[in-house]
């Protein structure tokens, strides 16, 4: 099992036992066809035979609806592997489900014995029968995470739940998460790695990263956490590209992958029949470097690859394990990123320990009447204490005896939708998010930071069209790099016994998410 093999790969490195390539740990991901039966199938069954006999690849990933298509599910694929000895590692999306499905598919994932996940917020929604899928997105990877941790102690059902008031047998989930180092700008690179905190905080018992292939960023990730003082298993991930995924990758066609220019005018020039060999050795050279960075282990994945292949690149990486540092300059893309957050070693090209300096930005001015008048009134009339709130709390509380509740929702959405255009959840978040509505203005409508699918500061359903909300958000926010190492709360999901209400009432009465802890609380 993969905790397994990371438990040995761990306790190796403890003892500095650097020589033993043995305990890096390899996992390599499998891309499910859109259909149950036939030869992507097949071949799929007959990677994961040879991987069983040969005992080398501690895992099989199994991606959930990847790119956002219909694919044959991860847990009947997981189910098939496991019975042929090989340990499957379940990709758990939230693009697809709402929080009902996610428990009843963690009971079903917890029977079958399929425990290990990696659970992700996915890509939206794409090509489906006679069109475009709905996105979900009802939980976020952070709120999934936090789930499963639940679960594990003993999920403890609501007493006004059919059968509530109990605590559910404790479940034995072994669940990870995805990180990029490999964003662009530094708002979005800042905000991976807070929200990864926030990942590892609810309870991601490892990380993979994304792909990338500048090594500085892969080492950025481990001094990142270093600092943060989170100790957490690590796989980097080797992407094994063809020269056409290379060049979809380069057009951002893929959420959160990338790939740099210059390596991808390097695979265009490689001979035709050499391609494949050039491919492998890449690969092997990558992953040296990153056994030599103290990685745990590498996540493969890449097309048209057989068994024998990835047998071929992990020997190789083996011989190159010895002499890593020689390989480091070919994979330093320097042009690339505008995002380190280390200072460069010169005499390496990787990174020194210190952090950049003068990275901080002052709050950046908005003069949008959103923000203006949000933040006006939110003053004036939100924050106990202060302004006109007693009077204003009174003023609800009144209408409420007064049966007057529809006409107070029609006055405050008149203004939102106007504004914000308000998806009326009854519960708002406008003043604890720069007056950015993440219903209206996020495509996945995220609470707890944004996805992996920017790319230079642009939304990842609308490219070109509309700017990441959380990008957003962070322009018209102070920060410096301390904000690294301090810990924000994690934001409950919507709550849709609230939609369609007046959320300032509900804010008055203590039914919004402002409240939730108190009155869970009380129910207790």
């Not at 040969?54 to 694919?71: E, F, M, V, Y």
Request: proline fraction near 5%; aromatic fraction near 10%.
């Amino acid at each position: 099992m993969l905790r397994d093999a990371l438990r040995k790969c761990i306790l190796a490195e403890s003892s500095e036992d650097k020589a033993n390539f043995d305990k890096f740990v390899f996992t390599f991901e499998l891309v499910p066809a859109r259909a149950s039966k036939g030869k992507a199938i097949d071949d799929i069954i007959r990677f994961a035979q040879e991987a069983a006999a040969a005992k080398r690849i501690c895992a099989l990933s199994i991606t959930d609806n990847a790119g956002g298509h219909p694919a044959l599910t991860p847990q009947a694929l997981g189910a098939e592997i496991k019975s042929l000895g090989m340990a499957p590692v379940i990709h758990f999306s939230c693009k697809d489900k709402n929080r009902n499905l996610i428990e009843s598919e963690l009971f079903e994932l917890d029977r079958a014995g399929l425990n290990t996940l990696l659970v992700l917020t996915g890509d939206n929604p794409r090509y489906g029968y006679m069109g475009r899928a709905k996105p979900v997105f009802d939980l976020d990877s952070v709120l999934v995470l936090s789930m499963i941790q639940e679960m594990k102690q003993g999920l403890v059902v609501h007493k006004k739940a059919p059968g509530g008031g109990v605590r559910l047998p404790q479940m034995d989930f072994y669940a990870g998460c995805v990180v990029s180092p490999f964003k662009r700008t530094f708002p979005e690179q800042i905000l991976q790695y807070l929200k990864l905190r926030k990942k590892i905080r609810a309870g991601a018992q490892f990380v993979i990263t994304q792909m990338g292939y500048d090594v500085r960023k892969y080492q950025e990730l481990k001094f990142i956490l270093h600092k943060m003082g989170m100790s957490i298993p690590i796989l980097g991930t080797v992407l094994i590209p063809d020269t056409k995924l290379a060049r979809i990758i380069y057009k951002n066609v893929i959420p959160g992958c990338t790939i740099p220019g210059r390596l991808l005018r390097q695979m265009e020039d490689w001979p035709k029949n050499r391609s494949l060999d050039l491919r492998l050795e890449m690969a092997a050279k990558l992953i040296s470097i990153l056994y030599g960075l103290r990685y745990n282990g590498v996540h493969l994945s890449g097309p048209a690859l057989e068994y024998s292949h990835i047998h071929q690149v992990m020997e190789m990486a083996r011989e190159y394990a010895g002499n890593w540092q020689d390989y480091v300059q070919e994979f330093l893309f320097p042009e690339e990123w505008n995002s380190f957050l280390f200072e460069k070693d010169a005499k390496t090209g990787l990174n020194t320990t210190r952090l950049v300096e003068g990275k901080k930005q002052a709050r950046t001015p908005s003069f949008s009447p959103g923000y203006l008048i949000g933040k006006f009134i939110h003053a004036l009339f939100f924050e106990p204490g202060k302004g006109l709130f007693k009077l204003a709390k009174a003023a609800v509380e009144a209408c409420h005896k007064k049966g007057c509740t529809s006409w107070l929702c029609s006055f405050e959405y008149f203004f939102k939708e106007l504004i914000y255009q308000c998806q009326r959840c009854g519960d708002c978040y406008l003043g604890e998010m720069e007056f950015l509505c993440p219903q209206s203005q996020c495509a996945k409508k995220l609470l707890n930071g944004p996805c992996g699918g920017s790319n230079k500061g642009w939304c990842e359903v609308w490219p070109g069209e509309k700017r990441c909300l959380y990008v957003r958000l962070f322009h018209r926010a102070s920060w410096d790099l301390d904000i690294l190492f301090k810990d924000s709360d994690i934001k409950p999901p919507r709550n849709w016994a609230l939609d369609n209400q007046s959320s300032w009432l509900n804010f008055y009465l203590g039914k919004d998410h402002n409240h939730l802890n108190e009155r869970l609380k009380n129910e207790d």
